[in-house]
Structures are given as structure tokens and as C-alpha cells.
């Protein structure tokens, strides 16, 4: 991949549209509610007859948080009523059990990440619960092997508290930090101080965690470049391995939450492409390596290796160092990929407890990947994390020729390339760096169900 990048504010402009950003292929829209339970089960059995069974990746939803952020478009519960979050966990450990059955004692558990909500609204004691489950129910790789996440909110943890997760088996923590400017936080509603991010951070170095993450959100209300300017300034000063750097999508006609946002205090559109321009220049000039997507990192770290030496993967939970696994999701809304399928469970927790107490999957729907479906994912995973596409690679994989096989989509970058985002030859596309943050468009040429105008996606750029 190429490793320079390149800020054109014309063609940025010209090729910020909607589009998905290709955490799966065929994206969401596609899951369907004839995929149920049984068709799980049988994408489960069928990924333990291939010749090498994939490692096991587990995501779980902690759906819970003390307070409303403006902004969230996550599926939450906004409760003080901490007793639904011990309910909450006792079913987790059925969904856990019925889940492990599925799988082979021999198939390792990998990587793990805990999302939301807000993991940390559970108790260090609870999260203890939890761990203990999983191990109980999985097999645990060796601890060099393990890539063990969670989310924290600064405003959930003590210090004190961040070295009893890593005492649990974590060792990777994302810090939700979105803005340090208090204006800002308060037309959020998300008020936090520096110095408790100071704090935390240098409680996770103590602790020894392998990789500190923090994420950004630029475009939110009242967010100007200076102020701004100022927050990465904070940032680069704690020098996290780990820097996502979101753009916020403003859609208080789906989220609820957003309608809360004064309209007066949001920026203008050409301040998001403004406050992007100046991450980037400020994070690769601090010395950090653009993955790619919203995410950055240091040279050293192991996304940085992984993009290097051509290992990067990308799943439901971003860029990943993790060798392809198969994904079980666990909790309301968690996705899951198993096999040739992806599944998504259940969206409340009613329906959760009442499958569950009938022992049952919580799948709600899914999706089963046809041939063609393999092919495009492999082809814009090769585009979303390396940055090219070999055409005789691909085209032995799956038996075809591939300027054959994608005439059409070929036909379509005609324009990218001569705008100089990529390079097109008679065996390879590759992504130049003046295309690498319209990385998206170039991937959406192959997608085959875009033009059925199905799904409301963020802007690429």
C-alpha cells in the first residue's frame, strides 16, 4: 500500500457521498429475517468442515450507559438501574453456553472485544463474571496470542480500576474521548476532563496494556478548527498508540438523541472537511501512520506492522492484526460472522430473555454469501486494507478472469483513475495516495447491490 497520503480539497469534495464502510460485505441491508436460528446452526457446523477451521473471535454488546451523548447513534439503554445490567449478564452467560456447544473445543478464542453502550457501566467484579464464563465456555489462546479489547468511558474508571481489567485478561483498551473543548462537551452532553484522560492513560501504560486507543469525533456542534487544533495538541501530547478520528453524521431524523443537538451549533459542511484536512496533517506530521478508514497509529504498533507487511484485516470492529476468524456475536444487536454467513441478534432485551429462557439463539436475521458474494468481499477487502487488487491472484482463487468477470465495474473507475485516485492496469488496481481517503468509492465500483439503492449510509469522506 502506498504509503504516502494526499489531502485534494477539489476531489475530496467531489467524491464525499454516501457509502458503506465495508466492515462486511454484503453490508447490513442485505440481513434478512428468513435467516434464523437454524440457518446459524448450519453455517456454524459447515465452517468446522473446512480443511482448516478459523480461530474464534467473540464480540460482546454491553448495551448499558449512566447518560445520554447527544451525538450516539449506538443501540443503547440510558438506566441508573444497575440491577438490569446483573439480569442482563446472567442471560449473557446463556447465550454464552448456547454458543459454545456450537463450536469445536480445538477452535482457539483470539481476539475479543467488549462494545456499546458502555462495557465499563458493568462492575470490574461483573466484567470478572464475564471473563470467567468465556473462558469456561471457549478455548483461550496463550496469552501472546490473545488480542483481548474493551471501550472504556473515561467517566465510568478509576486508575485503580483500569489495573484490575488488565489483571481480568485485557490488554487493549479504546478511551472514549470524542473532544476535550468544554463547549463542545457540553452541547454533547458528554462533560470529561483532561485530566482524568491524563490519568487513565498513564494508569494503562502502569498496567501494562499492549495498545492504548483513543478515539475523536471532528464535526460535532459549536467544533471549530482551533478549538479543535487545540484537542489534537492534548492528544498527540498523550501520545496513544492508537488514534480513530470519526466523522460525525448528523441524523437527527433516525436518531432520536441528535434532535437534542441544537441546530444553530452545528458547523458548516465545509468546517468537517476543514477539521479532517487538519487531523491529518497534524497526526502524520506528530509522526502517526494512516491505516486507513478513521484510524492511525504508530509506527511501532502492530497495526502499523500489520499494514506493512500486507497481514491488515478489517471486521465488524474495524482494523484488525487478527488472522481471519470467525466472529459470534453476543448480546442485543450483536453481529456476527460464522462460516459463509453473517446473523445479528435480537434488538431489545425482552426478546433477548424470552429466546434465550426457551434456549434459543437470539438471531434475529442474517445472511448467506453466495460465490459472487465471496468474491466481491475478497476484492474489496484487498482494496480496504492493502490498497490493491492482483488480478491473477483473484482470478485463480475463484476460477475466473477477473477484466472479464468486472468489465462493467472496471469501466466505472474510468474517472478515478483519470482524476489520479488510482492506477489501472492490465493486472492490478492500486490506490494512489491521492485516493487513499476515497478508499470507500473505489470498493463501492464492486459492490453489487448499491445500484438497488438499498441501505442509508455515512459519507465516505
Given at each position: 500500500m502506498q504509503d504516502s497520503l494526499t489531502f485534494d480539497r477539489p476531489l475530496v469534495e467531489k467524491y464525499d457521498r454516501p457509502g458503506p464502510r465495508y466492515?462486511?460485505?454484503?453490508?447490513?441491508?442485505?440481513?434478512?429475517?428468513?435467516?434464523?436460528?437454524?440457518?446459524?446452526?448450519?453455517?456454524?457446523?459447515?465452517?468446522?468442515?473446512?480443511?482448516?477451521?478459523?480461530?474464534?473471535?467473540?464480540?460482546?454488546?454491553?448495551p448499558f450507559c449512566h447518560?445520554?451523548?447527544?451525538?450516539?447513534?449506538?443501540?443503547?439503554?440510558?438506566?441508573?438501574?444497575?440491577?438490569?445490567?446483573?439480569?442482563?449478564?446472567?442471560?449473557?452467560k446463556r447465550e454464552i453456553e448456547l454458543q459454545a456447544a456450537l463450536f469445536d473445543d480445538d477452535r482457539r478464542l483470539t481476539q475479543l472485544h467488549l462494545g456499546g453502550g458502555t462495557p465499563t457501566y458493568l462492575s470490574n467484579a461483573q466484567l470478572g463474571e464475564l471473563m470467567a464464563a468465556l473462558e469456561d465456555a471457549f478455548h483461550f489462546a496463550p496469552l501472546?496470542?490473545?488480542?483481548?479489547?474493551?471501550?472504556?468511558?473515561?467517566?465510568?474508571?478509576?486508575?485503580?480500576?483500569?489495573?484490575?481489567?488488565r489483571a481480568l485478561g485485557f490488554n487493549r483498551l479504546s478511551f472514549g474521548v470524542q473532544d476535550f473543548d468544554p463547549d463542545v462537551q457540553q452541547a454533547v452532553n458528554r462533560v470529561q476532563s483532561e485530566a482524568q484522560v491524563v490519568e487513565l492513560v498513564a494508569a494503562a501504560r502502569e498496567a501494562g496494556f499492549r495498545s492504548v486507543s483513543v478515539d475523536l469525533i471532528y464535526g460535532l456542534p459549536l467544533q471549530t478548527v482551533a478549538s479543535f487544533d487545540a484537542t489534537l495538541d492534548k492528544i498527540i501530547a498523550l501520545r496513544p498508540d492508537r488514534i480513530a478520528a470519526y466523522s460525525y453524521a448528523h441524523l437527527p431524523e433516525l436518531f432520536k438523541a441528535q434532535r437534542l443537538i441544537r441546530p444553530e451549533d452545528m458547523p458548516p459542511p465545509e468546517r468537517k472537511l476543514e477539521l479532517l484536512e487538519l487531523t491529518i496533517r497534524r497526526l502524520t506530521e506528530a509522526?502517526?501512520?494512516?491505516?486507513?478508514?478513521?484510524?492511525?497509529?504508530?509506527?511501532?504498533?502492530?497495526?502499523?506492522?500489520?499494514?506493512?507487511?500486507?497481514?491488515?484485516?478489517?471486521?465488524?470492529?474495524?482494523?484488525?492484526t487478527q488472522a481471519d476468524c470467525d466472529m459470534i456475536g453476543l448480546g442485543i444487536t450483536a453481529i456476527g460472522k460464522v462460516?459463509?454467513?453473517?446473523?445479528?441478534?435480537?434488538?431489545?432485551?425482552?426478546?433477548?430473555?424470552?429466546?434465550?429462557?426457551?434456549?434459543?439463539?437470539?438471531?434475529?436475521?442474517?445472511?448467506?454469501?453466495?460465490?459472487?458474494?465471496?468474491?466481491?468481499?475478497?476484492?474489496?477487502?484487498?482494496l480496504m486494507c492493502h490498497g490493491a487488487v492482483d488480478f491473477a491472484e483473484i482470478g485463480a482463487r475463484y476460477g475466473i478472469d477477473f477484466r472479464t468477470y468486472f468489465a462493467e465495474p472496471l469501466e466505472t473507475l474510468t474517472e478515478m483513475q483519470e482524476d489520479g485516485?488510482?492506477?489501472?492496469?492490465?493486472?492490478?488496481?492500486?490506490?494512489?495516495?491521492?485516493?487513499?481517503?476515497?478508499?470507500?468509492?473505489?470498493?463501492?465500483?464492486?459492490?453489487?447491490?448499491l445500484a438497488a439503492g438499498q441501505g442509508r449510509y455515512s459519507r465516505t469522506v
Open positions: 466492515t462486511s460485505y454484503p453490508t447490513a441491508p442485505q440481513f434478512h429475517a428468513a435467516f434464523a436460528e437454524d440457518e446459524y446452526r448450519a453455517a456454524a457446523e459447515r465452517s468446522h468442515r473446512q480443511e482448516t477451521p478459523k480461530p474464534l473471535s467473540v464480540y460482546v454488546h454491553i447518560s445520554l451523548c447527544y451525538y450516539c447513534a449506538c443501540n443503547k439503554i440510558i438506566t441508573h438501574n444497575t440491577e438490569r445490567a446483573a439480569a442482563y449478564l446472567d442471560w449473557l501472546e496470542a490473545r488480542e483481548f479489547s474493551l471501550e472504556v468511558d473515561p467517566r465510568t474508571v478509576t486508575p485503580a480500576q483500569i489495573h484490575e481489567l509522526g502517526y501512520v494512516y491505516i486507513g478508514m478513521d484510524h492511525f497509529a504508530l509506527p511501532e504498533d502492530e497495526l502499523s506492522r500489520a499494514r506493512e507487511d500486507g497481514t491488515l484485516q478489517r471486521n465488524f470492529q474495524g482494523y484488525s462460516g459463509d454467513s453473517y446473523s445479528q441478534n435480537v434488538k431489545d432485551t425482552a426478546q433477548y430473555q424470552a429466546r434465550l429462557e426457551a434456549g434459543r439463539l437470539p438471531v434475529m436475521r442474517g445472511y448467506r454469501l453466495s460465490d459472487d458474494d465471496r468474491l466481491r468481499r475478497d476484492v474489496i477487502h484487498a485516485l488510482i492506477a489501472l492496469t492490465s493486472d492490478r488496481l492500486e490506490v494512489l495516495p491521492a485516493g487513499r481517503l476515497m478508499m470507500r468509492n473505489v470498493a463501492m465500483a464492486f459492490d453489487a447491490y
